[in-house]
């Protein structure tokens, strides 16, 4: 069965920061991309960061030099490390799978993930 589950949400202040874990079954943690997308009330689903199974990555230019993507496999997990955090990455933080190749051209499409977490939420106050 795939799972999902992230956790590590909360509430910060503008410049802090936050790590979310995604903890995934082994089909899940097998597969070749794994990403982290937001949704923010009244906006679309909005790409962060993808990793494939080889250990790239690719971030979104929104938050390139802030936030980190990577992965533990002995632990099948999904990190994402968020520094100097501002209002705007105020939202739901999902992290999503797929068995599709090609993770990052293009990179970080919603409907290329057919699996999903149920999401955390992050609040950044100014």
């Known amino acids: 069965q795939v799972q999902l589950v992230e956790s590590g949400g909360g509430s910060v202040q503008a410049g802090g920061s936050l790590r979310l874990s995604c903890a995934a079954s082994?089909?899940?943690?097998?597969?070749?991309?794994m990403a982290w997308f937001r949704q923010a009330p009244g906006k679309s689903r909005e790409g962060v960061a993808v990793i494939d199974s080889d250990g790239a990555t690719s971030h979104a230019d929104s938050v390139k030099g802030r936030f980190t993507v990577s992965k533990d496999s002995a632990r099948h997990t999904l990190y994402l490390e968020m520094n100097s955090l501002n209002p705007e990455d105020t939202a739901m933080y999902y992290c999503a799978a797929t068995r599709e190749y090609g993770c990052f051209d293009p990179s970080l499409v919603p409907t290329m993930y057919n699996y999903w977490g149920q999401g955390t939420q992050v609040t950044v106050s100014s």
């Open positions: 082994a089909d899940a943690y097998s597969m070749h991309c």
